[in-house]
């Protein structure tokens, strides 16, 4: 295994790449080489061989025409000094024969041979007049040897023959040094090869190593690394592309961290609710405000936008399909208090050349909204009501009149008394609405002064002594010893405390009695309470209660000549002041009504 592992290295590729093309390429050279060598060699021996071989047979052959005799007559003595002294350096065997192929003479000194026949193939056929007869033979020592037989002429007539038998063991004995030193060259070669190879490889790989380092260090998330460049070549030209390309990747990612921080930044301290989805619908990122909308603590893996929103399916999967559409949420809260209504729009999230890939869902808390919305409608309305109730009557007064009323005195007398009220009605409801848009344009200017609270609340109640005397209501008025004089605006606060008492004495029955106080709470604040032991008011009605125009027993305050726009004015006098507004009541037991003024230094305003 760690063999295979070293061959998937490209050093090593390399250099066994290089040393099989140089041995290919010497092996190449070799074959030819040592084949051209040897028969280059055998060629040379053969035709030196082949001229001794003529030039012996020349001299044969002249000896012979001066005496024809001398093959046939005896001359073995002669021919054996000649043939001795001819070979003497070649190593060669060499015989003469007759035209009969007997050995007349022969080059070894071996007299056994002188008289025997040779009936090899090659002397039949120089005796037939053949010239060109040689072979390659190979003895019984395994000795190679090259046999030549060359015919002997007198005139045109053969008269004998030479075969000459030479060893080609020194040829082969040279041809294998040959081989030997060329193997051994070719060893060192391949062994120089690889060093250089190794080299050579380190030169390639070395920078490749170096930006395979660089690509998994950039990998991990580390840019300030950079790939040596040891040149200009294109391994050169590829490190500095490396290089160049780690920066403006590292430039990337660092504005895609920037945006995505500014994003999760936005998205965390949006005021609006955000899911987003994958193209299957799942949810897949959420703001802090979309979870605290929807009670959603984290987002589940797999809970799908629907499930989340509480919704059906069909919207998302129109969304999905790249319509965009918007729809009102109401949730219910678990406390029990008023639903929250949420504004749902839905957009395809697209990318190029991908279609649609998702959604995004933007949740706005619209509840204050509508309820203001509401609150508009049904203050028109009221209004509406408010004033055609009295502009009814005063015209069908008005018309009693015109129809001959006038000229009955007690009667026309009570119907301009019911123009009247109704008119000061109105004038009333008016001066009201007045007020309450200058509070709501922040027009109303304060004017603070030095207020002596006893004696405030002690005229509040001389202005309710006639109806306290009809209704035999006693009153009580404490004011805390240690706090008797405030910084004020005197007529805005005696017009809320002339609303509160008002109402306190129309729902106290008769023979009841109303408490009125001013002390400093726990918080610091100016606390001046109105309690009464009237009818009370229902729980149900509690949260509305400084809303403009509602009232609790509508047939009643209004026949009481009530507007029911009294608490609602209070309170935004009291705002003005930067107090605020607490009522507790409890039916048929009584209802207590605090205002908490903040207490303001002397000298901090001027009178």
Do not use: C, W
Not at 495 to 504: G, I, R
């Amino acid at each position: 295994m760690r063999g295979v592992r070293l061959f998937r290295s490209i050093q090593i590729k390399l250099i066994m790449m290089v040393l099989l093309l140089i041995l290919i390429a010497v092996q190449l050279i070799g074959v030819y080489f040592i084949s051209t060598m040897k028969t280059s060699l055998i060629n040379s021996f053969s035709s030196n061989l082949n001229d001794q071989a003529n030039l012996l047979t020349t001299m044969l052959s002249s000896s012979n025409s001066n005496n024809e005799a001398s093959l046939q007559a005896g001359a073995e003595g002669t021919l054996s000094d000649l043939v001795s002294n001819f070979f003497t350096n070649s190593g060669a065997e060499v015989q003469v024969l007759d035209a009969g192929g007997k050995v007349l003479a022969t080059s070894n000194n071996t007299q056994s041979y002188i008289g025997r026949k040779n009936t090899s193939l090659l002397v039949s056929r120089a005796l037939q007049g053949v010239r060109d007869n040689e072979e390659e033979i190979i003895d019984e020592n395994n000795v190679r040897n090259k046999v030549i037989a060359k015919p002997i002429f007198s005139g045109d007539k053969i008269v004998g023959a030479v075969y000459i038998v030479a060893s080609m063991n020194d040829l082969y004995q040279t041809m294998e040094n040959i081989n030997r030193i060329f193997v051994s060259a070719t060893l060192i070669a391949l062994g120089l090869t690889a060093v250089l190879g190794v080299l050579l490889a380190g030169t390639i790989t070395s920078p490749i190593k170096a930006l395979t380092r660089q690509a998994g260090a950039v990998a991990e998330g580390r840019f300030n690394e950079r790939v040596p460049v040891f040149g200009r070549d294109e391994i050169g030209q590829l490190s500095v592309a490396f290089n160049e390309m780690t920066d403006r990747l590292s430039d990337a990612l660092a504005v895609n961290e920037e945006e995505k921080e500014k994003l999760a930044s936005i998205l965390s301290n949006m005021s609006d609710g955000v899911l987003a989805t994958d193209e299957v619908g799942s949810v897949i990122v959420t703001n802090r405000r979309a979870r605290a909308m929807l009670g959603l603590r984290e987002p589940r893996d797999g809970i799908t936008l629907s499930e989340a929103l509480g919704i059906a399916k069909e919207p998302i999967a129109e969304t999905l399909q790249g319509r965009e559409s918007s729809m009102l949420l109401h949730r219910e809260t678990d406390d029990g208090t008023e639903d929250q209504i949420y504004r749902v729009t839905l957009t395809p999230i697209r990318r190029r050349d991908r279609g649609v890939a998702g959604a995004i869902a933007v949740l706005q808390d619209v509840t204050e909204a509508e309820k203001l919305e509401q609150s508009r409608r049904e203050f028109v309305a009221n209004v509406s009501h408010e004033l055609r109730t009295p502009l009814t009557t005063i015209k069908s007064y008005a018309e009693a009149l015109d129809d001959g009323a006038l000229d009955e005195p007690p009667l026309a007398d009570r119907f301009v008394g019911v123009i009247r009220s109704e008119t000061e009605r109105m004038i009333r409801l008016v001066t009201d609405l007045l007020h309450l848009s200058r509070f709501d344009s922040r027009r109303n200017q304060l004017l603070r002064q030095h207020v002596d609270l006893l004696e405030m609340l002690e005229e509040v109640v001389d202005r309710f002594s006639f109806q306290l005397r009809q209704k035999a209501i006693t009153v009580s008025v404490k004011v805390e010893e240690t706090h008797k004089a405030a910084l004020l605006d005197r007529d805005g606060i005696d017009q809320v405390l002339d609303n509160l008492v008002s109402n306190a004495i129309k729902y106290t029955l008769d023979g009841g009695s109303i408490d009125i106080t001013a002390r400093t709470n726990e918080t610091g604040q100016l606390a001046i309470a109105i309690k009464d032991t009237g009818i009370g008011i229902p729980k149900k009605d509690l949260p509305r209660i400084f809303e403009r125009f509602y009232r609790v027993d509508k047939a009643r305050s209004r026949n009481m000549g009530g507007t029911g726009l009294g608490l609602s004015i209070a309170r935004e006098i009291v705002r003005a002041h930067g107090g605020s507004m607490t009522i507790d009541s409890e039916m048929n037991v009584g209802t207590v009504v605090t205002v908490l003024l903040p207490i303001v230094p002397e000298g901090s305003e001027s009178a």
